[in-house]
């Protein structure tokens, strides 16, 4: 099992946009083979900062929906609202 989190940066003013285009992303990702669970939070005092906590069966079906038409499709409505490009990290047991 991993746990991948996703750090983005929002425009400011777009948040409520974000939040609509976000939950679609996570709706989707629901569905996707190897999906376990995920969260998304908000950074105390930075509503511009998002930080999204998923997790996976293993690498392999983190992989396959990072690269999977469906992630590109919702992206095309998240990518536009942030600042910067998303940062990923992928944690594990030690």
Known sequence: MIKVLI??????????EYEQAAREAMRASINAKG??????????????????????????AWTDWLHSPEREHVMQWVLPLLTENESIRIYEHC
Request: hydrophobic share 35%.
């Open 35 to 60: 999906f376990i669970a995920g969260e998304s939070l908000c950074e105390r005092h930075h509503p511009d900062r998002r930080l999204l906590i998923t997790q996976w069966r293993d690498l392999s």
């Open 7 to 16: 750090e983005r940066r929002i425009m400011p003013g777009l948040e409520a």
